[in-house]
């Protein structure tokens, strides 16, 4: 259910398992519809002391917009949202990365000691982002004292997809599980299946790896919800015991 692009990870491990993997992305990403905001960013980086990405979406999108154009400046700290992220950014150079150990949400960013708020009193944030999202972060840094800019620098929308590609194995009694990492995919799953089409998938076994995302689920109407440990090592965990 996510990006196909951020999928094939997980889906190989699923099958070195043993397992099958059925790819039906429910989020796709593209480039921000209007590329000027991310452009102009790039000759400002100077007058920030923190950076943060939100995601591996955001990682690579900013990149590669900015590294073409200039070195990234010394004294710009970086920071993300979870080990995934944080691969990323090692993957395109950074070797100091501020991230979570546990968790992969802004509840767990916040409480870092770096973001404390005699840490970012009076310092300027600069955060990276799809085209919306949560607001928790910039506010509660706002709180603690300092400014925060936002770039938007891709986007997320509903792929369009043949709903039999995903109703087909439900029929078949093929589907022993479904996969959702983003409350915003379960609402596209939604709009993909609608109405009858949810109704086919209700009884298959759910796992989330978020209390959003199982509140969301349940919302939709799924019966059997899962919430499993972050990343994909804690998806592998959940699903090895419960096919056990």
């Not at 300092?146 to 997320?156: F, H």
């Not at 109703?167 to 995919?185: A, N």
Request: hydrophobic content about 45%; aromatic content about 6%.
């Amino acid at each position: 259910m996510r990006p196909r692009e951020q999928a094939e990870s997980l889906c190989a491990r699923i099958e070195a398992a043993g397992g099958h993997a059925l790819r039906f992305p429910v989020i796709a990403v593209g480039p921000a519809l209007d590329p000027a905001p991310l452009q102009a960013i790039v000759g400002r980086l100077d007058e920030f002391d923190l950076a943060f990405f939100v995601s591996p979406n955001a990682v690579d999108h900013a990149m590669r917009a900015i590294l073409p154009q200039r070195t990234w400046p010394a004294r710009l700290r970086v920071a993300t949202v979870g080990k995934g992220s944080q691969r990323v950014m090692q993957g395109w150079g950074f070797a100091e990365v501020i991230a979570p150990e546990d968790g992969f949400d802004s509840e767990a960013v916040i409480a870092l000691p770096e973001f404390a708020a005699d840490a970012v009193r009076g310092r300027k944030v600069l955060i990276f982002r799809g085209d919306g999202g949560r607001e928790l972060l910039a506010d509660t840094l706002r709180e603690r004292g300092a400014s925060v800019e936002y770039v938007t620098c891709y986007r997320r929308y509903c792929p369009e997809a043949d709903p039999a590609l995903l109703l087909g194995p439900v029929v078949r009694g093929e589907l022993d599980g479904l996969l959702l990492t983003s409350s915003e995919g379960v609402r596209n799953l939604e709009c993909m299946l609608g109405a009858e089409g949810l109704d086919a998938l209700r009884a298959v076994t759910v796992f989330a790896t978020h209390p959003r995302i199982v509140a969301q689920a349940r919302a939709a109407g799924f019966e059997r919800v899962v919430e499993t440990p972050a990343g994909d090592d804690g998806l592998m965990q959940a699903l090895e015991s419960h096919f056990a």
